[in-house]
């Protein structure tokens, strides 16, 4: 019976004899040591005893040409080998003689086939099939059938299993741009990392299991395919697009690190979270149960204006394009199993204002793709939608404006909720667009817009921070304009917003910049006492003031950046102005912006430049410590002083200002 994937035929001149004909070869593996790097060429011997005076001797080896290429072959053992592919996994081994004389094979190595290794396992196999027998030189005579099947055949392979092989940018299909210095096949598991940039498939590729880690980013283009053998993963941080088709075998995932919030303050550790799979349950690592395991799962409810909590309403499964409000008490990695999303999200036709009125309108839409996606652009089709949308900033415990793309594209993070506007009680609509997916590494926000953004730091609680923005554009009014202002929207962090013809607006776009030019500001504590409004950026050519209504104090943010002070219960919210450029306020003391206080044994001392001298009186009129610094605006000075009651005198500039401050 013919085998098919092996044939060895003998055409002999003369009889054969009563020597057992014998092929063998070798097998290559890490256990007995000999197996050749990935990306190496190595030579698999093929040997044979038996043979003898032949006319024709014909080959068949069978192969697996994704884990060994064939390259060539050397020391042959007799002159006439050609060597040819059969099919594509079958390579065809032919030794003549000169016709019409035969030739002598002798018992040894026949020769050595070259091969490229991949990676992975591949049997080498030999077959054998009826040959025949001459009784002369001559062509087509007395042609005698031999049966060659019983002749001993020893197989070998190479069996190297599943090796690891990363890539870090570049076209996927390049050899070059990978760890071994091969491009994947089935038995390779393929890690996308971080730090260099895109790689992007542009054609068919296959992988065993497929990581992109944290940072990496993958781009998978049209009419192309990805075939996974193993499992498809995206962890936290990790960002695919796919246009074309993924075949995934295993298990389809896409992680998403939430940290742990600190369980007694109800400040802190919340997130905005969307699923970027369909139908996936809300249930196993999003429900954790157990002791000082506890979460709390919102949805937003925009017609009576609440928070809806899980464990009272019981929804699930996460709703594709909507976003959800999270914390856990423990940190952990959230997995997402499933489909992935690919489309456009168009199902948000009827997005809600119950009622009129500045803060209402609010809808928590979410990221449905394991990418980042720009927010606002044309493929978005925002109808009775503000043009200015919000995310949440888990370290600031603040909505963040971000505003449309392509004039300004701000990024919404992948799996992130963001809160949209309605506009008008009628409703409004979109459509969330797999056009604008794209790949980003930026954490937070950082504008390409020319603006001035004020922050208002909570200086006792660390990170928590409210921003506000002032832009300018012609194309505005003084008022309220959908398209260039938002609305603000409270988070736990210091109230902070400017005022326009009476709005409360986060971000405030005006006509025209001139030095008559006084934007309001309000400000409203949280539970903490020390805070100061820093400019994080500006517009050149811009000198930007801030007036202290309470302490009647202005100074040049443009050049201290930062302005500390204090708030207590029932200061008035109309507390600070922002002027441009107003004459005669460039000339202040050195000293009368200067803010000093305690917080942790630190004596801290803001709104003051230049070459300055502290000295630290008890209230026995005692010096007990003196420093000398060059500031920059902001200093922070660790003192060793028994907690009490202190009088700290600053000199700078032939200026002396003295505070009180309480160490403790």
């Not at 590729?205 to 992109?212: S, Y």
């Not at 941080?237 to 303050?265: C, F, H, K, M, P």
Request: proline content about 4%; some cysteine.
């Amino acid at each position: 019976m013919k085998r098919l994937i092996l044939f060895l035929s003998m055409l002999v001149l003369f009889n054969i004899g009563t020597t057992a004909q014998t092929l063998s070869t070798t097998t290559f593996s890490t256990a007995l040591g000999n197996l050749p790097a990935v990306g190496s060429n190595f030579a698999i011997p093929v040997d044979v005893t038996g043979i003898g005076d032949i006319f024709t001797l014909t080959i068949y080896i069978s192969y697996n040409p994704s884990v060994i290429a064939y390259t060539g072959f050397t020391n042959g053992a007799v002159p006439n080998i050609t060597i040819t592919n059969e099919t594509s996994t079958i390579l065809k081994v032919l030794v003549s003689g000169a016709f019409p004389a035969g030739v002598n094979i002798p018992d040894g190595k026949l020769l050595d086939l070259l091969f490229d290794f991949y990676g992975g396992d591949s049997e080498f196999t030999f077959n054998t099939v009826e040959t025949g027998t001459y009784t002369s030189s001559l062509l087509n005579t007395s042609y005698v059938p031999y049966d060659f099947v019983d002749a001993d055949v020893t197989n070998g392979g190479v069996f190297g299993g599943y090796v690891a092989n990363t890539i870090t940018s570049g076209t996927w299909g390049t050899s070059t741009n990978w760890s071994l210095g091969v491009v994947p096949n089935s038995y390779h598991n393929v890690t996308v990392d971080d730090a260099k940039g895109v790689v992007t498939i542009a054609a068919d590729a296959t992988a065993n299991d497929v990581t992109i880690a944290d940072g990496g980013q993958l781009t998978h283009n049209t009419a192309t395919t990805l075939t996974v053998g193993g499992d498809f993963k995206i962890e936290s941080g990790g960002s695919y697009i796919q246009n074309g088709t993924l075949t995934v075998t295993g298990t389809t995932s896409a992680e998403r690190y939430i940290a742990a919030a600190d369980w007694s303050n109800n400040l802190d550790g919340w997130h905005l979270l969307s699923s970027p799979v369909a139908s996936q349950a809300i249930s196993g690592t999003f429900t954790p149960t157990g002791a000082g395991n506890d979460y709390d799962f919102y949805r937003w409810n925009e017609t009576s204006y609440t928070w809806e909590n899980q464990k009272v309403h019981g929804f699930s499964p996460f709703v594709v394009g909507k976003g959800y409000l999270v914390a856990y008490e423990q940190a952990g990695t959230k997995t997402f199993s499933g489909t992935l999303n690919i489309a456009d999200i168009t199902t948000w036709t009827n997005l809600t204002r119950t009622t009129p009125g500045d803060t209402m309108g609010w809808n928590l839409i979410g990221n449905p793709y394991p990418c980042a996606i720009e927010w606002g652009g044309a493929n978005w089709s925002l109808n009775n939608i503000a043009a200015i949308a919000k995310v949440w900033n888990e370290a600031s415990s603040a909505y963040i404006d971000i505003y449309p793309s392509p004039t300004s594209p701000y990024i919404i993070p992948a799996m992130n909720g963001i809160m949209v506007q309605v506009t008008v009680v009628a409703g409004g609509s979109l459509i969330i667009p797999a056009a604008d997916r794209t790949h980003s590494t930026t954490g937070w926000y950082k504008s390409d817009d020319q603006r001035i953004l004020l922050v208002s730091h909570d200086l006792d609680y660390g990170e928590l921070a409210q921003q506000s923005v002032v832009r300018f554009n012609e194309a505005a009014t003084e008022g309220y304009d959908p398209e260039f202002d938002s609305h603000f929207l409270q988070g736990y962090a210091p109230v902070f917003y400017s005022v326009a013809e009476g709005k409360y607006l986060s971000t405030n776009t005006l006509p025209e910049w001139s030095t008559e030019l006084v934007v309001p500001f309000m400000f409203e504590k949280n539970g903490s006492s020390n805070f100061n409004i820093e400019l994080a950026e500006t517009i050149e050519g811009y000198d930007v003031f801030l007036k202290d209504l309470k302490e009647n104090t202005t100074v040049n943010l443009s050049e201290i950046t930062n302005y500390a002070f204090t708030s207590e219960e029932g200061d008035d919210p109309a507390r600070f102005e922002i002027l441009f450029g107003v004459v005669g306020i460039d000339d202040i003391d050195a000293l009368s912006a200067a803010n000093v206080y305690s917080y942790n044994n630190k004596i801290i001392i803001s709104n003051v430049t230049g070459a300055t001298n502290m000295d630290i009186f008890n209230i026995q009129g005692q010096m007990v410590d003196n420093f000398s610094f060059n500031s920059t605006g902001f200093e922070e000075i660790i003192v060793d002083l028994p907690s009490g009651i202190y009088m700290v005198r600053l000199s700078n500039s032939g200026e002396i200002k003295t505070s009180k401050v309480f160490v403790k």
